[in-house]
């Protein structure tokens, strides 16, 4: 029987000892998802676009750490041809590509041992069906051999950032909002802090209804190391764009905010882009929705010289050491997303 078999879904992470590491620390692999309905795309067109992407994606991480992308049974080979060879594909049904979402949340115990806090992942408030993609989660974990800990939270991975020394940053917009989870504040932030092994949660407000994830905190601000964070910021705050308002207010926020270690936050700004490619209303032009993997960091470029370049800087600047990588992933920023978003790490083992 595995020790996922054993697992309780009334147990937290936090009560069994493990807790959510930083995302920069070391990995033993890259998940990522094929996705897999050309209807949550809505044309054959774009599900190709986006798988283009993902391929990208995969390639460009392969070449600093092992990366798996999980597939439906009947298009394994439609994904291994795509993503070529080293990458291993693995039979578990998806339907989209975010894995940050729907895949495993991997956590630590002191001794080094790795387990998964099923986040419950529901489909963004059930804005969008779930079927397979609830249960990705426990799917790998029962493949890793890994427990599995539940604790009744219901949200995803982009709605959280960590720094794996006990602080959460999180919107309450993803998490206190009754699609999601109908109990008060206090109790939210409870079981959130049990799922990721945390102390203390910064909350800002973020925006209920305007996108599919109710402003994931990962497309505006990210933990580099502990005490240190990086926003993604427009020149000056405009009062006529919720976007911008929401933005600078969880700035706002997070300059009189102090850590689980009572540390206030040194607060990086990287620009906007301003001259974008895509046309798209809804698109995601987020420099800060980047992946760390080992030994590089895995960001986007949007077509605006200037702006691509500026942010390339300031993440080599935060990261050094690590090989900064620009892609160009425009159908994801179109499907609402980013490479984040399409990507969930597994912590190396120590044990």
Not at 133 to 139: H, N, R, T
Not at 228 to 246: F, M, T
């Amino acid at each position: 029987m595995t020790s996922s078999a054993l697992a309780r879904d009334g147990a937290s992470a936090k009560d069994a000892g493990f807790r959510m590491p930083l995302e920069s620390d070391r990995h033993e692999r890259t998940f990522m998802q094929w996705p897999s309905r050309s209807s949550i795309y809505g044309s054959k067109q774009a599900l190709d676009a986006v798988r283009s992407k993902i391929a990208l994606i995969a390639k460009s991480i392969d070449r600093f750490e092992p990366v798996v992308v999980l597939a439906r049974p009947e298009q394994i080979e439609t994904a291994t041809k795509a993503l070529g060879p080293g990458i291993e594909v693995w039979p578990i049904r998806t339907e989209d590509l975010w894995c940050r979402d729907s895949g495993p949340t991997f956590v630590v115990s002191n001794s080094g041992k790795l387990a998964v806090s099923d986040l419950g992942f529901n489909g963004w408030g059930n804005k969008q069906s779930h079927a397979d993609d609830g249960l990705i989660a426990k799917a790998v974990a029962e493949k890793l051999g890994f427990a599995v800990y539940g604790g009744g939270i219901v949200g995803e991975g982009g709605g959280v950032e960590v720094d794996g020394a006990g602080t959460v940053l999180a919107h309450e917009s993803s998490w206190i909002n009754a699609n999601r989870n109908k109990g008060s504040k206090a109790e939210v932030e409870r079981l959130l802090l049990n799922a990721l092994g945390a102390e203390r949660v910064i909350w800002a407000p973020g925006i209920k209804g305007a996108d599919i994830t109710d402003y994931h905190i990962d497309a505006l601000a990210r933990f580099v190391k502990p005490g240190q964070i990086v926003i993604q910021l427009g020149e000056k705050r405009d009062h006529s764009d919720p976007w911008s308002a929401a933005a600078f207010e969880t700035y706002d926020i997070l300059k009189s905010a102090r850590d689980a270690q009572g540390r206030r936050l040194d607060i990086v700004v990287i620009p906007e882009p301003v001259d974008i490619r895509s046309r798209s209303r809804s698109f995601v032009s987020s420099y800060v929705n980047y992946y760390v993997c080992n030994g590089a960091v895995i960001g986007a470029e949007f077509g605006d010289d200037k702006a691509d370049t500026e942010a390339k800087a300031i993440l080599a600047r935060l990261y050094p050491g690590r090989e900064v990588v620009s892609l160009n992933v425009d159908p994801l920023g179109e499907a609402g997303g980013g490479i984040h978003c399409a990507t969930q790490q597994q912590p190396a083992r120590t044990t």
